[in-house]
Nanobody
């Protein structure tokens, strides 16, 4: 499986918006995670392969939106009303094995390929 490639990170002021992109080689279940140094990687949002159904971590519902392009191989994370606590490295992950297809999109072990990450910094 080709490693997904993230883009779109950067520095933004609190209250601003950013859109992250993740390019994969096919249409698979995909998700965004984020990690702050010293803390565990945290699930942010996921999107299914066929129906485009989505799952979000409760704390980010209403501010973040995950979506997929018409071809299905690029997934976006629209982040609005950003807060300094959203500062993290954001990772895209894809599930190409299908081994855990019956598990929820927030089940991290189902993702077998991860991007390098993109830094998002929100200044106060």
């Amino acid at each position: 499986q080709v490693q997904p490639v993230e883009s779109g990170g950067g520095l933004v002021q609190a209250g601003g918006s950013l859109r992250l992109s993740c390019a994969a080689s096919g249409r698979t279940p995909m998700a965004w995670f984020r990690q702050v140094p010293g803390k565990e990687r945290e699930f942010v949002a996921g999107i299914s392969r066929r129906t485009g159904s989505t799952v979000y971590v409760d704390s980010l519902k209403g501010r973040f939106t995950i979506s997929r392009d018409s071809a299905g191989s690029t997934v976006y994370l629209q982040m609005n009303s950003l807060k300094p606590e959203d500062t993290a490295v954001y990772y895209c992950a894809i599930d190409s094995s299908g081994q855990y297809a019956y598990r929820s999109l927030d089940f991290a072990p189902r993702y077998n390929s991860w991007g390098q990450g993109t830094q998002v910094t929100v200044s106060s």
